[in-house]
């Protein structure tokens, strides 16, 4: 959730981050409204109830004559109380749900406009050149024994799979490199739970609009979350942290589920677009000051795992109507897809400065001891869906696929031919 506090002194601000996001700006006056009526409700509620108390006292202290009129007073007072206590939850429910409506704020420097409204900052790399036509990544997946989505399809529906054999390899060996590069760069490796209570889905801002996507079970009330950034962000709800030394900062594997509501008939070829995959994900606490240069800090943290795949890529600073309501600013690394001459989204990298924070009341201690609301970060290290990049830019004209030199010791080979004929390493 914003700071009220901003919005009470500067409501344009509010306002125009709301337009640059496509999304409505008289939420904001709406949501003014329902502080001001909360504020009153309060006022009014502690006001009456300083009244009953004070009445309380003068029936101690008045003559036995005067008393059955004060109690009879006392008694009215107490039903007004009431009323103004049931009054004053209404005013917070209906700010709460106001309060919940409106998105974070854009950074400043954030593109304007939709999805396709992006700005390229950087191109990493050149795609490649090649003397035959290529293949896509699941003609080479199931050529080579890497990927079986007919078999994904007959066990669990649409867009499930398999990954076989050296596929599994592929991906086991990614995540690992992710880890180990994680750890190396000081974030505690973190195995979370892939279901989440309410509040917690709540917090992180994934309910709302974008509740269609995920998966709940009803009848234990949980969730199945589709990034561990969701638990991550739940580890330290109700907490004041300790961020004397620096950003707290964590990195969790775990398998991913999104139902992708609303994207029939897109990518449903392959892995690009499925409901289920593995992610190694970094989530940061850090005081709200210290997140701009945070931010730069996992984005090249995810430079240098797409580097180590050996795949060109270009950054992109996404716009504002196509951020998370969490997202205050976010980074997407889109590498070059050879069969589809275009570049697609491996990872992204957000800035959700104290939105979610605010949400699960995560605080630490400034320097006079006071707590204050941290800022959280998130970025993606590796995925499922990186095998989509790497499998197209390193294929040769034989249907083999070359494997990074990174992810060999993980793998176990050098290349990928046909299946169950992959050479091992150094041979």
Not at 67 to 74: I, S, V
Not at 89 to 96: F, K, T
Not at 349 to 356: K, P, V
Request: negative net charge.
């Amino acid at each position: 959730m914003i700071d009220l506090r901003l919005l009470r002194e500067d409501p344009d601000l509010v306002r125009a981050s709301q337009r640059a996001r496509g999304e409505d700006p008289t939420l904001v006056d709406a949501l003014l409204e329902a502080d001001v009526a909360r504020r009153a409700a309060v006022a009014t509620a502690d006001r009456l109830r300083a009244e009953h108390k004070a009445m309380g006292k003068q029936i101690g202290r008045a003559a036995k004559e005067e008393r059955p009129t004060l109690l009879a007073q006392a008694q009215e007072m107490s039903v007004k109380v009431k009323e103004a206590e049931v009054a004053q939850h209404a005013a917070d429910r209906e700010l709460d749900a106001a309060h919940r409506a409106i998105s974070n704020i854009v950074i400043e420097g954030v593109p304007a406009g939709g999805e396709d409204d992006f700005v390229v900052l950087e191109t990493v790399g050149t795609a490649p050149e090649f003397d035959f036509t290529p293949q896509d990544h699941l003609e080479l997946g199931e050529s080579l024994g890497l990927i079986d989505t007919e078999r994904g399809a007959k066990v669990s529906g649409a867009r499930f799979y398999f990954l076989t054999g050296y596929g599994a390899l592929l991906q086991l060996g990614l995540l690992q490199l992710a880890a180990q590069r994680a750890v190396a760069h000081g974030f505690t490796m973190m195995i979370p739970p892939v279901l989440v209570r309410p509040e917690i889905m709540a917090g992180t801002g994934f309910l709302g609009r974008h509740s269609a996507e995920v998966y709940h079970l009803a009848d234990d009330d949980l969730y199945l979350v589709g990034t561990s950034e969701v638990p991550m962000a739940g580890y330290h709800a109700d907490e004041i942290l300790d961020l004397s030394d620096g950003p707290k900062r964590y990195a969790g594997w775990s398998s991913c589920f999104r139902r992708e509501a609303g994207s029939y008939g897109k990518d449903t070829r392959g892995i690009i677009r499925v409901h289920q995959f593995d992610k190694v994900e970094m989530f940061v606490y850090c005081r709200p000051e210290d997140a701009e240069a945070e931010h730069q800090r996992l984005l090249g943290w995810e430079r240098d795992m797409l580097a180590a795949i050996e795949v060109p890529y270009r950054i992109i600073d996404v716009a504002a109507g196509d951020l998370g309501s969490s997202a205050a600013r976010k980074f997407d690394c889109e590498a070059w897809v050879p069969s589809q001459g275009t570049y697609r989204e491996l990872t992204s990298t957000s800035n959700c400065t104290t939105f979610q924070a605010r949400r699960l009341s995560v605080r630490y201690r400034d320097e006079n001891g006071k707590p204050q609301v941290a800022a959280t970060l998130n970025g993606t290290l590796a995925t499922t869906r990186w095998l989509v990049a790497l499998l197209e830019n390193h294929q040769r004209a034989d249907g083999s696929v070359r494997v990074p030199t990174a992810l060999v010791p993980f793998v176990g080979t050098e290349m990928l031919t046909a299946a169950g004929n992959s050479r091992p390493a150094g041979v």
